[in-house]
């Protein structure tokens, strides 16, 4: 058992520095996701933090970390649906030297990296079923071995994991090993998504604002209404580029309900209104702005474009890709938003993501999209 004098005990008992409290809400399922972050801080357990897109995970996980003994050592987080299959194994545990091609130089892998510390397991829905097999065996001996590599090393690990999948469903389906949901999920922690905790809408929006910088913004109480009525479908993150915008748009202005229609550029029909039953369906179709257009007819190209080393099949991977980042970025990260918007299903949307090297948080404003994510 690890023990954090900050970290246990209920709010009013808390030092007010409690990394706990960087998670911002006023809801009872915040403040139930305080509970837990504190309980799960005192023991080493896995943890499994589970909830939609965009709604706090790695919030989460960093406030598990912070609240922990092992705050003082490394956060590491690895997103496993956006590191291709063959760089994920070394990724996470490591490779020596010569051990396969372009492996120049001996390489410790994330488990070693955070020892002592935490290691976020992101996305892990995503993770290829053969590695969840070495993923077992890891966690089950407490051992890794590098690839190439001939001897154990001991590893003291803290795992949370996390996954906007429903792991129940893809246990059903194959996709995913049971033996290691359990193993992961000793202690579960459930966000529910920003629609059904709207208490933490107006306290999330003063948080952006201060976190943003810049000059002060409000709403209307009209708007705010609309705000607190809207479905979210991206979550807190969307919520977070929605203040983004109002500060660049709106400096030092009191935003009406009107005005809100600009800041949701995503789907104008989609913004928020402040009657209920004109509420947006999340992703309902009538007047989406259509996001592609095509742009040339059929027959018109000429010698001018084709010919000349001209390659097809590299011009289309090169479309493909643009148009898989521009999806993203519409779609503000939400990888099955995205998917729609090309009319593809979300696994194949996320293979071509791997096929070409894109990472889901390229697509979003704040900047935070690395493979590793280290603090
Ligand atoms: N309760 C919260 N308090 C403070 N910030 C929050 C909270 N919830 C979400 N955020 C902010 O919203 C954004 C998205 O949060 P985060 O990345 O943790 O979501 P996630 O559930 O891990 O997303 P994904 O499933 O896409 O990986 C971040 O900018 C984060 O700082």
């Not at 955070?114 to 996305?123: I, M, P, V």
């Not at 059903?172 to 579960?188: M, N």
Request: aromatic fraction near 6%.
């Amino acid at each position: 058992m690890e023990h954090n004098p900050h970290s246990i005990g209920n709010a009013r008992m808390l030092h007010p520095d409690d990394p706990a409290l960087h998670l911002i809400g006023d809801s009872a399922a915040i403040e139930e996701v305080r509970s837990l972050i504190r309980h799960a801080a005192a023991t080493t357990i896995p943890v499994m933090i589970t909830g939609p897109s965009g709604c706090g995970k790695e919030v989460v996980a960093k406030a598990l970390h912070r609240c922990s003994a092992r705050s003082a050592e490394k956060f590491v987080g690895v997103n496993c649906g956006a590191i291709p299959r063959d760089l994920l194994e070394s990724e996470l545990f490591g490779h020596e030297k010569g051990s396969f091609t372009g492996a120049i130089a001996q390489r410790k892998g994330q488990f070693e990296d955070a020892s002592k510390g935490t290691l976020f397991l992101d996305e892990i829905g995503d993770m290829p079923f053969d590695m969840q097999v070495k993923l077992l065996r890891v966690l089950e001996e407490k051992q890794i071995e590098r690839i190439g590599g001939t001897q154990s090393i001991a590893i003291d690990t803290r795992i949370i994991s996390a996954t906007h999948q429903n792991l129940e469903e893809a246990i059903a389906t194959k996709r995913f090993r049971e033996d290691l949901f359990y193993r992961l999920s000793v202690f579960p922690i459930d966000i529910p998504a920003l629609k059904d905790r709207r208490e933490d809408i107006a306290p999330l929006i003063r948080h952006f604002i201060k976190q943003i910088g810049g000059e002060e913004i409000c709403f209307s109480a009209e708007a705010m209404d609309a705000l607190e009525n809207y479905a979210w479908p991206g979550n807190a993150r969307e919520l977070r580029n929605i203040v983004e915008r109002a500060v660049v748009l709106f400096p030092g202005v009191m935003i009406s309900e009107s005005q809100l229609s600009s800041l949701f550029r995503r789907r104008a029909s989609n913004a928020p209104t402040h009657h209920r039953h004109a509420l947006p369906s999340s992703y309902a179709g009538g007047g989406e702005v259509r996001p592609f257009r095509t742009t040339t007819d059929e027959n018109s190209y000429d010698r001018g474009t084709l010919g000349d080393g001209f390659d097809l099949k590299k011009h289309l991977m090169q479309e493909e890709r643009k148009y898989l980042l521009s999806a993203l970025r519409m779609a503000e990260g939400v990888v099955a938003e995205a998917a729609h918007l090309v009319s593809l299903r979300r696994t194949t949307f996320v293979e071509k993501m791997r096929r070409h090297k894109i990472v889901r948080k390229m697509a979003l404003t704040d900047h935070r999209s690395e493979l590793v994510r280290r603090e």
